[in-house]
């Protein structure tokens, strides 16, 4: 299976600033002939279920805020929330749909400094 | 407006079995994988499996394979995740969770159900 690894656990950013989280795999998500990366980012707030943000590693889904952005290709991934807003407080997972089983990082907790 | 409505909270003793509906709306029931994710308290997702409403084909991961069951009724549009020999390790929300390419797997999540608690307890 593929590990996916999130760093840091948690981050508390000023309100209108940048939270930037890291999301790594065990082995590459890229799959070459079509030149996509399988990975993808969802943010949940308590006794929330997920909520997809980000699919292919950068396309945003339908109604998410153009703040949130995702990068990376390969193995390094980055979600990117600009100028922070409250309702932004949560914890956000990164997926890789590459192989089956698909799996999850361990989550990042982002909160208000 | 894709809805995904699960049933309500469980309690369960050790060693029994318990199932979980996951009714969908708002688009064509057929068209879409549904997988099961849980998630234990205070901890990250796991997920269980996939369905294909249209054929009833199912895939587990391999840890629930030999206590994982995946139904489906096409005409109330409604999955069903059917998990036995409970152990208190099983204590999680359990969602359903529609698959996000239509007519094929993509393995990411475009919809999730509210989420089902289901409590392992003696």
């Known amino acids: 299976d593929i590990v996916m690894t999130q760093s840091p656990d948690s981050l508390a950013v000023s309100l209108g600033e940048r939270a930037t989280i890291n999301c790594k795999s065990s082995q590459t998500v890229l799959y070459s002939p079509n030149n996509k990366n399988y990975l993808a980012w969802y943010q949940q707030n308590p006794g929330q279920p997920p909520k997809l943000l980000i699919y292919?590693?950068?396309t945003r889904e339908s109604g998410v805020p153009d703040r949130f952005s995702g990068s990376g290709s390969g193995t390094d991934f980055t979600l990117t929330i600009s100028n922070l807003q409250a309702e932004d407080v949560a914890v956000y997972y990164c997926?890789?749909?590459?192989?089956?089983?698909?799996?999850f990082g361990g989550g990042t907790k982002v909160e208000i400094k | 407006q894709v809805h995904l409505v699960q049933s309500g909270a469980e309690v369960k003793k050790p060693g029994a079995s318990v199932k979980v509906s996951c009714k969908a709306s708002?688009?064509?029931?057929?068209?879409?994988?549904i997988h099961w994710v849980r998630q234990a308290p205070g901890e990250g997702l796991e997920w269980m499996g996939i369905i294909n409403p249209n054929s009833a084909r199912t895939t587990y991961a391999r840890k629930f394979q030999d206590r994982l069951s995946m139904t489906r009724d096409t005409s109330t549009s409604t999955v069903y995740l059917d998990l036995s020999s409970l152990r208190s390790e099983d204590t999680a929300v359990y969602y359903c969770?529609?698959?996000?390419?239509?007519?094929?797997?993509?393995?990411?999540?475009?919809?999730w159900g509210q989420g089902t608690l289901v409590t392992v307890s003696s």
């Open positions: 969770a529609r698959d996000g390419l239509v007519s094929t797997t993509g393995y990411y999540f475009d919809y």
């Open positions: 997926q890789q749909y590459y192989s089956s089983p698909p799996t």
């Open positions: 292919w590693a950068s």
């Open positions: 708002g688009y064509t029931f057929t068209n879409y994988y």
